[in-house]
C-alpha cells in the first residue's frame, strides 16, 4: 500500500513539472498549425493554483485552471525573414483547464493579450505556401474567448519607401462558435484624424494564413463627435454610422454621415451636411473609391462619384470627385463658400469635376474645378445690385420710368475652371426680361474682385431706354447700335468686387459693334 502511495505522489509530482514544458510545447505547435507559420517564444511560465500534485493526478487536472502567461512572440511567415513578422505579441496570458491539456480538442477559455502588432505583406507579394501542405486546419484547440487591447494593424504597400497603412485598434474582443468558422467580435477603435472612437461588432475570420488579406471581415460600426477641424480648410464634428463587409485588403462600406456645423475655415458660415454611400477601401493602398454617394447639403441634393487617391509621385492622398447637381439652392453653397450673408438667391444646376491634391496648405489654395452651372430664378439681395438689374431691365424693355418692373428674377449660364484662387468664366450668359449679357472673365477669391468684358444685348433700340427729350435726340443713331438681332448692342466690362460691381462701356472696344 505505501508502496502505492509513493508511486502516486512521484507520477503526480513529475506531472505537475512536466506541465510547463507541455504547455510550451502545446502553445508553439498551435500557433504554428493555426497560422501556418514559425514561431518565437521569448518566454513562458505556467502558475498553477495552490493545490496538492496527488489532487491533481487523481481529479485529472479536471476544474484546475492553469494560468498561462507568456512574452515576446513572434509569428514569422515560413522560412521568411526578408519581411516583418506576421504578428508580434508584447505580452499574453490565458487560462486553461488543466484537464483538457490531455483531450484530443483542447479548449481555452480566455486569452488576453496586449500589444499585439499585425503586420500584412502587399497582395502578389505575401510569402508563397504552395509547398507546405501540413498546415492544417485541425489545430486541436478552441479559443473561446479573446480580448486584445492596444494594437496594430499594419498593410504595406507595394513600393517600399512608401509609409504602411496603419490602423489603431484600442480593444478587440473575439469570441469563437466552433473549429474553422468566423469568430464574432466587439472592438473599440481609436481613430487618429479625425480623433474619435469608432465602435464596432461583426465577424472577422476565419484566418486565411496564405494570404492574410483576404481573411473576411463584416459589421456594424458607429463613429461619434469626430472633429474635422484638424484637417486644413474645413471644419464641424461628424457622427457615423454603417456596415461594411470584405476582406482585410477590401473593404466595401455602406453607411451615412452628418455633420451639423459642417463649414469652409475660410468663410466660417455652417451649413448641415448629410451623407449616405457607399465606397471602396482598399487596404492594399489606402485608396478610397466613391461609389455614387447621395448627400444633402442644407437643402440641397447633390450625388458624387470619384475617389481619395494616392497617386504614385505624391507623398499623401488627393481628392477627384465628380459633382452633380441637378437643382440647387442656390443660397446653400453662397452661405458655405462666402463670407458673409448671401448675395444672390436662387436654382442651381451644376456640374462639376473636383480636383484637390494632398491637402498641405488652404484648401482654396489648392482646389482645382471644371464644371458649368445654370441659375434659374436667380435674384440679387443685396439692394444696391438688384437696383441696377432693375434698371437695366427696364431701359432693356424701353421703359426706363416703370416702376412696376421691380425685383426682376434672373438667369445666368456658363463654364468655369478654378485654380489658384481665380475662377476664369468662359460663354458667361446672363439674363434679364428685356436684357442678355455675354461675358468671359474671372473673379478672384483672394481678392473679391471681378474683371469681366463682353456684350451687352437689349431688346430696345437706343433711344427707347431713355425719356423725355432724350429718347427725341437719340433717335438718330439707333441704326447704328442695332446688330446681331439686337435692339441696341453694346461692348461693357464688370470690374470692382462683388459688394460692389462696377458696369460701364468697355473702352478698349470698338463702338457699337467691335469690330
Known sequence: MATGFIGLFIAAYTLAHRIDPYIREQAILYLQRRFDSDVELASLRVRLPNTSPLK??????????????????????????????????????????????????????????????????????????NDHHDSGTETGVIVQDVIITDSVLSIFPKDGKKVP????????????????????????????????????????????AEEPGDTPLAGQY????????????????????????????????????????????????RVPLRTQFQVLVDG???????????????????????????????????????????????????RLSMKGSPFMEGQIFLKTKIDIPPLIGEVREKLVLDGQFELFNAKFLRTKIQDRIDE?????QGQ?????????????????????????????????????????????????????HGALKLQAKVSQTMSGWKRWVLKPIDPFFSKQGAGTFLRIKVEGTAKEPKFGLDRGKQQPDGG
Open 56 to 129: 491533481l493526478l487523481l481529479n485529472k487536472g479536471r476544474g484546475t485552471l492553469v494560468r498561462v502567461e507568456g512574452e515576446g512572440v513572434l509569428l514569422r511567415h515560413k522560412g521568411r525573414r526578408d519581411v516583418p513578422p506576421m504578428f508580434i505579441m508584447k505580452k499574453f496570458t490565458c487560462a486553461v483547464d488543466l484537464g483538457t491539456l490531455f483531450d484530443t480538442t483542447k479548449t481555452v477559455r480566455s486569452v488576453a493579450i496586449t500589444g499585439m502588432e499585425i503586420n500584412i505583406p502587399p497582395k502578389g507579394e505575401r510569402p508563397d505556401f
Open 222 to 269: 458607429k463613429f461619434n463627435n469626430a472633429d474635422l477641424g484638424v484637417f486644413s480648410g474645413i471644419a464641424g464634428i461628424l457622427d457615423s454610422t454603417g456596415k461594411f463587409n470584405g476582406t482585410l485588403s477590401a473593404i466595401e462600406v455602406e453607411g451615412e454621415a452628418f455633420v451639423r456645423d459642417f463649414r469652409l475655415k475660410m468663410s466660417g458660415n
Open 392 to 396: 437695366l431691365s427696364r431701359r432693356g
Open 400 to 452: 426706363p420710368k416703370n416702376k412696376e418692373i421691380d425685383e426682376v428674377v434672373s438667369g445666368m449660364a456658363g463654364t468655369f475652371h478654378l485654380q489658384n484662387k481665380l475662377i476664369m468664366f468662359n460663354a458667361l450668359s446672363f439674363a434679364v426680361p428685356g436684357a442678355g449679357v455675354d461675358l468671359n472673365g474671372s473673379y478672384d477669391l483672394d481678392k473679391e474682385t471681378l474683371d469681366f
Open 284 to 334: 492594399t493602398n489606402g485608396n478610397t473609391v466613391l461609389k455614387p454617394v447621395r448627400g444633402t447639403l442644407g437643402t440641397t441634393k447633390f450625388t458624387t462619384s470619384g475617389g481619395i487617391i494616392k497617386r504614385e509621385t505624391d507623398a499623401s492622398r488627393g481628392i477627384s470627385l465628380d459633382v452633380m447637381m441637378p437643382k440647387g439652392n442656390l443660397g446653400d453653397l453662397l
Open 165 to 208: 497603412l496603419r490602423f489603431d485598434l484600442h480593444r478587440i474582443q473575439l469570441k469563437s462558435v466552433g473549429k474553422n468558422v468566423a469568430m464574432d467580435y466587439d472592438a473599440e477603435l481609436t481613430n487618429a484624424k479625425p480623433s474619435g472612437e469608432i465602435l464596432s461588432k461583426g465577424q472577422f475570420g476565419p484566418w486565411a
